[in-house]
C-alpha cells in the first residue's frame, strides 16, 4: 500500500484544494481528481471486479497481466485486456454535514468547500463503479435527501453546489433520520468536522451501523483548528453559538492542542473497535488520502465478498 | 503654611481619576474578535484570559491617576498661605514705576550697564507685594512691563532693551510713570528714575504732576559735564563744473567743555571709501570749521558721510551722514528787451547763479519772438518787463503756462500786456504809480503763509522793510478766486500776485528786478526772495536735507515723501511694489507692498536704502540719518530740579477707592500664588509621569503574552 500512495503523489498537485477551488464545476472536479488519481496508479486494483465481459482495450503500461487476453495475442500478436462489466449492486450515500461550524476556513478553502469536493470525488468514483449514489446534507436536521441510484449523480452533484452552511449543527436527530430512509444496506460516507462528545459522535454512528450499513468517517478540520495560530489578544467568538469568550491564543495553544489530540484519538479509537472506517483530514491537504481510504475501504468490501 | 488654591472650583476635576480605570475596564469592548467553529475545546483551557476587573499594573494605573491629579491641582492654581504676607508690611504695598533712560548719550563710558544695573537694583529691593514697570524712555517713551510682581519678569525685561539713538525728552516718560502711578489701586507710590539727567532733555514745563505721596528716587549717572566733540553741522555746496555735478563739503565741528586745544582729523567718506582726511584743531568750549577738496558726484542717491577719525566718549554725534544726488536744476528763462535795456536782466541771472546746490539753470533770450520751441523744457519763464510780441506769442505762452510751465510776470514800464492773454494774469494791469516825490513805498503786507514768504516767517530770516519801492504798475485784483495777493505795499497796492492757470502758475511783480524803480535787488533779502518765487513758480518744492534718528516715514505718502525730497520728480515710490530697507546696521526691512501705510522707522543713524524687493542693486532711494545733536551738550541737571518740579505741583490726594482693601487681599492672595507659582512644578511633574508612564505600557505590551489586554489596571 506504502508502494501505491508513494506514487500516487506525482498527480498530488491536481488534487490540492487550492486548485480544485478554481474549478466551478463539481462533475469536471470529480472526474478530473479521479481520472488524474487513477491514472497515477500502477495497479488497478478494482476493474474486473464483474464477470460480464464487457471490451477489449489495449494494454497500457500499469495495467494487470492477469487480465490479458492472451489468445487474442496468439491471434492478433498484440496486447489486449479484457474489460467486464462491473456490479451494480451497492448504494453509495454521503452524509454531508452543513453545519454553520462548517464554514470556517482560514485559508482560500472552507471545511465546507473541501467536504463538497470531497463529497463530489466519492460519488463520481462510486458512480463509476456503479454503484447508486445518493446524498442527505444534514445540520442539526436533514437539509436535503438524495435517494440513492444508478441516475442521481448528477442530482447529487447540484446538490452538493447548492449546500450552504446554515444553523447549528448536531449529529443525532439527523443521523436517525437519516437510518430510516436508507433501508437497503449499503456504504455510508459521513463527512463532518464532528465538534460533540466522542461518545456522542459515536452513538449516532452506530445508529448508521444497524441496518448494516458500512460507514466510513471523515473527519474534517481547517489547520487553523488543528494549530490555534492566532497572535495578539482576541475575542473568540463560536460560530454555531455566538458566544464570545476572551482568548490569549499564546496562553491556551498548548493546552487547546493537547484536548484536540485527546478528542481526535478518541475518536479513532472508538471508531476502529467499532468497525468504522476514520480518517481525519486537513482541509490544506490534497484528497487523495481521502480518495485512497476510499479505495481501501471499496477493496475490502469487495474480498469480502 | 497651609496649602490652599486660588481657584478651588478646578478641584471638581478630580472626577477626572476615574477617566484612566473606566477606560481601561471598558477597553475590552474593542478587543479583536475572531469567529471560530467552535470554543468547546477553548472553554476547556485551564488558562484562557485574565479578567479584566482585575487591576493587574498597579504602577501604571498609578502613574495615570497621579498624572490626571497633578494636572487637576494646577489648574486650581495651588499655593503657601502665609499669613505674615497677607497681613501687608508696614504701609502696604507699593506701586514702583522704574523708569530708564536709553538716549544714546547714556552710551558715555558705562553708564548703560550702571543704569541696568541700578534698575535691577530696585526691583530686587521690591517688597513680595509690590508692584513694579518697567518703562524705557528717550525722545518717546515704552512700557516694557506694566505693573507685574514677577521678579524675573521685570529683570528679563530689563535685558530685551538696549540703547536708542535717540535723544532725552523727560516729558514722555514720566507723563507715562505719572499715569501708571495715578490708575493704581496700591496705597504706596514710587518712581525710580534712572538717567544722566541731562539738562538738554528738560525744558521744565513739562507739566508732570505726581500722586501725592509719591516717593520719587534719582538715579543719577552723570557726575560732571563731560568734553564732548561733534559734528554740529555740514554743508555741501555745489557747482556745475562740465556738466557734472562737483561738491565741496565742509562742516562745522564743535567741542563742549575740555581744557587747552584739541588736535583731531577729519575724515570726509564717500561710498564706505575715505575720501580726504583733513587736520583740525578745536579750541576748548569752542568751534571750529573744516572745508574739504571738492570731489565730482556721478551717480544718484551717494551715502557719505564726515566724521572724526577717533571718536570720543559719545560716539554717535561725532559723525554727520548725508546723501547726494546730482542735482536737478531748474530751467530757467529769462525773457528782456535787450540792447540798451540788457542790464535789467542782470541782477535776477546773477541772484540765480548763487546757489549751494546749483538749483538754477538760467537763459536769457534778448529780443525775439516766442515761441512753442523755444519754451520746450523750461520750469519757468521770466517776462522781463518786455513786450510778448506777436506770431504766435500769446498763443506758445498761454500753452505753455496751462501744461504746467511756471511765469513770472515783472510789470515795469515796458511790458505790453496783450488782451488774449489777460485772464493769465492774476489781475488787470493798470497804470503806473511814481512815488519818486515821497521817500517811496515799502512792502506793508507779506503772505508769510505762502511758500513763497513761509521761510521769512521767523525773527531774523530776512528784511523786507528796507527795500525802497519807487515806482510799481497799478494791477487790480478784483476776484479774489482768480488771483491771490502775496504781498502788498504799505499804501495797500499790490506787490505780488499769484494766479493758477491750468497746470501752472503765473506771479506778476508790480515793480521791476532791476535797481531802477526800486532797490530791492540791492538787499541781501533779494536772493532768497527770488530763489523763492522762481522755485514756486516752478513747482519744485524744498527738500529736508537729512532725517533724525526715531522719526518715521511714510513710503506709501507720495505727496509727504515729495516734500522730504524723496521721490518728486523721481516718482514717488510705487505703493503697489515691495520693497525693502537695508538699515545702516545692515538688517533687511521688508516693506510690503499694497494700500496703507508702509512705515519705515529710522532707528539708527546712517544711511537706509530702499529698493525694489528681489534687486541687489538697484538703489531706489536712500536716506539719511543722523542723530539729534541736542543730545551732544552733555551738561547735567540737578536732580532736585526735576523732583521738585513733579512733586510742588502735586497738591492733589489721590482718591482712594472704597473697596481698595478688599481688593488688595484678593490681589494679596493672587500675588503668593503667582510668586510661588506652583502649577508650574505640578504641571511638569505631572508631563513626567506620563512620560514614565508611556515607556511602562510600551514596554510591558511588548512583554510575550504581556499585552495591554492584561496590562495597567
Request: glycine share 10%.
Amino acid at each position: 500500500m506504502a508502494s501505491v500512495s508513494s506514487s500516487a503523489r506525482a498527480g498530488a498537485q491536481l488534487l490540492l484544494p487550492e486548485v480544485l477551488a478554481r474549478i466551478d464545476n463539481l462533475e469536471l472536479l470529480a472526474r478530473t481528481v479521479v481520472e488524474g488519481f487513477l491514472n497515477g496508479l500502477h495497479r488497478s486494483i478494482y476493474l474486473g471486479l464483474s464477470l460480464d465481459f464487457a471490451e477489449h482495450r489495449p494494454y497500457m503500461p500499469g495495467d494487470d497481466i492477469r487480465r490479458m487476453d492472451w489468445r487474442l495475442f496468439g491471434r492478433t500478436d498484440r496486447h489486449y485486456i479484457k474489460l467486464f462489466e462491473a456490479e451494480t449492486n451497492a448504494n453509495f450515500v454521503v452524509l454531508l454535514d452543513v453545519s454553520r461550524s462548517m464554514a470556517y476556513g482560514s485559508h482560500a478553502v472552507t471545511k465546507l468547500d473541501y467536504a463538497r469536493y470531497l463529497a463530489a470525488c466519492l460519488t463520481y468514483f462510486a458512480r463509476r463503479q456503479r454503484d447508486r449514489v445518493g446524498i442527505i446534507t444534514f445540520d442539526d436536521d436533514v437539509v436535503e435527501r438524495v435517494p440513492p441510484s444508478a441516475r442521481n449523480l448528477d442530482l447529487c452533484l447540484h446538490t452538493l453546489h447548492r449546500a450552504e452552511a446554515g444553523r447549528p449543527g448536531e449529529l443525532g436527530r439527523p443521523l436517525l433520520k437519516a437510518t430510516e430512509s436508507l433501508r437497503r444496506k449499503g456504504i455510508l460516507a459521513l463527512i463532518s468536522d464532528f465538534y460533540e462528545d466522542a461518545e456522542s459522535v459515536l452513538s449516532a454512528v452506530r445508529l448508521l451501523q444497524g441496518p448494516g450499513h458500512d460507514v466510513m468517517v471523515f473527519h474534517l478540520l481547517d489547520p487553523a483548528e488543528l494549530e490555534l495560530p492566532f497572535e495578539g489578544v482576541s475575542d473568540f467568538r463560536d460560530m454555531e453559538s455566538g458566544e464570545r469568550i476572551p482568548v490569549v491564543p499564546a496562553k491556551v495553544r498548548e493546552g487547546y492542542r493537547v484536548l484536540l489530540a485527546a478528542h481526535t484519538a478518541e475518536l479513532r479509537d472508538r471508531f476502529t473497535a467499532a468497525g468504522v472506517d476514520y480518517a481525519l483530514l486537513d482541509t490544506s491537504g490534497p484528497l487523495d488520502q481521502a480518495l485512497f481510504r476510499f479505495l481501501l475501504h471499496r477493496e475490502k468490501r469487495s474480498r469480502v465478498r | 503654611m497651609p496649602l490652599r488654591f486660588l481657584v478651588p472650583a478646578f478641584l471638581l476635576g478630580l472626577a477626572a481619576l476615574a477617566i484612566p480605570v473606566l477606560v481601561h475596564l471598558t477597553r475590552k469592548q474593542k478587543a479583536r474578535v475572531v469567529d471560530f467553529p467552535s470554543l468547546m475545546f477553548l472553554e476547556r483551557v485551564p488558562f484562557r484570559a485574565e479578567s479584566r476587573r482585575r487591576i493587574h499594573h498597579w504602577l501604571l494605573l498609578l502613574f495615570r491617576t497621579l498624572a490626571v491629579a497633578l494636572v487637576v491641582a494646577a489648574f486650581a492654581r495651588p499655593f503657601l498661605h502665609r499669613e505674615d504676607l497677607a497681613a501687608g508690611t508696614g504701609a502696604g504695598p507699593r506701586e514702583v514705576v522704574i523708569l530708564v533712560d536709553r538716549s544714546y548719550s547714556m552710551g558715555v563710558g558705562n553708564r548703560w550697564e550702571q543704569a541696568l544695573e541700578a534698575a535691577r537694583a530696585a526691583v530686587r529691593e521690591l517688597g513680595p507685594l509690590d508692584r513694579a514697570s518697567v518703562v524705557f524712555f528717550a525722545r518717546s517713551a515704552s512700557v516694557a512691563v506694566r505693573s507685574d510682581t514677577d521678579q524675573g519678569r521685570l529683570l528679563a525685561a530689563l535685558d530685551t532693551v538696549g540703547l536708542s539713538h535717540e535723544s532725552t525728552a523727560y516729558g514722555p516718560g514720566l507723563k507715562l510713570a505719572q499715569t501708571i502711578l495715578e490708575e493704581t489701586e496700591l496705597p504706596g507710590r514710587a518712581l525710580v528714575l534712572v538717567g544722566d539727567f541731562q539738562r538738554a532733555g528738560w525744558t521744565g514745563d513739562e507739566g508732570i504732576r505726581l500722586p501725592a505721596g509719591t516717593e520719587v528716587t534719582p538715579v543719577v549717572l552723570a557726575s560732571e559735564a563731560r568734553p564732548n566733540r561733534a559734528v554740529a553741522g555740514v554743508s555741501l555746496s555745489r557747482e556745475k563744473v562740465a556738466g557734472r555735478d562737483r561738491i565741496t563739503p565742509s562742516a562745522r565741528l564743535t567741542r563742549t567743555g575740555g581744557d587747552g586745544e584739541e588736535a583731531a582729523e577729519i575724515v570726509l567718506e564717500v561710498e564706505g571709501r575715505e575720501l580726504q582726511r583733513v587736520p583740525v584743531t578745536l579750541p576748548a568750549s569752542g568751534a571750529a570749521s573744516v572745508t574739504f577738496e571738492p570731489f565730482n558726484l556721478s551717480r544718484p542717491h551717494t551715502g557719505g558721510a564726515i566724521r572724526f577719525a577717533d571718536s570720543d566718549d559719545l560716539a554717535p554725534d561725532d559723525v554727520h551722514h548725508f546723501v547726494l544726488s546730482p542735482g536737478r536744476a531748474i530751467p530757467v528763462l529769462v525773457l528782456d528787451e535787450g540792447g540798451r535795456n540788457a542790464a535789467s536782466s542782470l541782477f535776477i541771472t546773477e541772484a540765480l547763479a548763487i546757489s549751494e546746490e546749483g538749483s538754477f539753470d538760467v537763459a536769457v533770450r534778448a529780443g525775439g519772438g516766442i515761441t512753442t520751441s523755444l519754451l520746450d523744457g523750461v520750469s519757468v519763464v521770466v517776462v522781463n518787463d518786455r513786450p510778448l510780441g506777436g506770431g504766435g506769442a500769446a498763443g506758445a505762452l498761454r500753452t505753455y503756462v496751462e501744461g504746467g510751465g511756471g511765469l513770472l510776470v515783472v510789470l515795469g514800464e515796458r511790458i505790453r500786456w496783450p488782451q488774449e492773454l489777460a485772464d493769465l494774469l492774476p489781475g488787470v494791469v493798470g497804470g503806473i504809480v511814481d512815488r519818486a516825490d515821497a521817500s517811496g513805498a515799502r512792502l506793508g503786507h507779506l503772505d508769510y503763509e505762502h511758500p513763497v514768504f513761509e521761510i521769512f516767517r521767523g525773527p531774523r530770516t530776512g528784511d523786507f522793510t528796507r527795500a525802497r519801492f519807487f515806482r510799481s504798475r497799478n494791477l487790480q485784483v478784483a476776484d479774489s478766486a482768480a488771483g491771490r495777493v502775496l504781498a502788498r505795499f504799505d499804501d495797500g497796492s499790490v506787490a505780488l500776485a499769484e494766479k493758477q492757470v491750468g497746470k501752472g502758475r503765473v506771479l506778476a511783480w508790480t515793480s521791476t528786478m532791476d535797481a531802477f524803480w526800486n532797490d530791492l535787488p540791492r538787499q541781501a533779502v533779494f536772493l532768497p526772495f527770488l530763489h523763492q518765487v522762481v522755485r514756486y513758480a516752478s513747482g519744485r518744492t524744498e527738500h529736508q536735507a537729512v532725517f533724525t534718528a526715531g522719526q518715521i516715514l511714510d513710503l506709501s505718502d507720495a505727496a509727504a515723501m515729495a516734500t522730504v525730497g524723496l521721490g518728486g520728480a523721481e516718482g514717488a515710490p510705487d505703493v503697489h511694489q515691495e520693497r525693502v530697507a537695508v538699515t545702516p546696521s545692515g538688517r533687511s526691512l521688508v516693506l510690503a507692498s499694497g494700500q496703507g501705510p508702509r512705515f519705515l522707522h529710522l532707528e539708527e543713524p546712517g544711511v537706509y536704502e530702499v529698493r525694489p524687493a528681489g534687486s541687489a542693486d538697484e538703489r531706489h532711494m536712500a536716506v539719511a540719518v543722523n542723530v539729534d545733536l541736542g543730545e551732544a551738550d552733555l551738561a547735567p541737571l540737578d536732580p532736585e530740579e526735576v523732583v521738585a518740579s513733579m512733586l510742588a505741583r502735586s497738591g492733589e490726594v489721590p482718591a482712594q477707592r472704597g473697596d481698595g482693601g478688599a481688593r488688595a487681599g484678593r490681589l494679596r492672595l493672587e500675588d503668593q500664588e503667582r510668586r510661588q507659582a506652583l502649577w508650574r512644578v505640578l504641571l511638569a511633574t505631572a508631563f513626567v509621569l506620563l512620560a514614565a508612564e508611556t515607556l511602562l505600557s510600551n514596554r510591558i505590551s511588548r512583554i510575550p503574552g504581556r499585552s495591554g489586554f492584561h496590562a495597567g489596571s
